[in-house]
């Protein structure tokens, strides 16, 4: 299995949607073998034809083992998560927030991750405004309490 060192938060750009939607852009638009991102964080809303997942769903995109693409330059050691929602116009739901910060901590224990230096926004690796900024202001916050709760189960890097 490859080593994972770090993981990339991304947003969808789009008001609803979910794993298949974002599947079918990349694979048919893309011309992609697969969805681009490791997990998908579903908003509970639709995009046009396309059904939504529950609010703060995680839904499993391409299988971790194999190389993402989400981050150019950044894909072969990282897991890329995605957060339905345009961050740079809307705030991601509670739900989201919570499942986003769930996922990172069991990624984090899973991968031997350490959080502070190792959770990224796509534009940490990318010269992009994803995930958007209000997303991307709470990512500072959420690897500050992840790296805290860690340290206090004993996890060391």
Same mark, same amino acid.
């Given at each position: ?23 079918? @852009? ?19 809303? /639709? ?34 998560? @995605? ?11 509670? /739900? ?11 990624? @984090? ?20 405004? @994803? ?11 959420? /690897? ?14």
């Amino acid at each position: 299995m490859r080593k994972i060192k770090r993981i990339i938060v991304h947003h969808s750009e789009s008001e609803g949607g979910d794993v298949d939607f974002l599947r079918y @852009c990349h694979v048919h638009d893309n011309k992609w073998k697969d969805v681009g991102y490791h997990y998908v964080i579903t908003n509970g809303k /639709k995009h046009g034809d396309w059904k939504a997942g529950m609010d703060g769903m995680i839904q499993e995109g391409r299988p971790v083992e194999m190389v993402g693409a989400h981050a150019k330059g950044a894909n072969s050691d990282s897991i890329g998560i @995605c957060v339905i929602g345009d961050f740079e116009e809307t705030k991601p739901t509670y /739900k989201q927030i919570a499942s986003l910060s769930s996922l990172l901590i069991e990624l @984090c224990v899973k991968h031997n991750i350490n959080p502070f230096g190792n959770i990224l926004g796509h534009r940490d690796v990318n010269n992009t405004t @994803c995930p958007g900024r209000y997303l991307y202001s709470i990512l500072m916050p959420m /690897k500050l309490f992840i790296t805290a709760a860690l340290w206090h189960e004993g996890q060391r890097w």
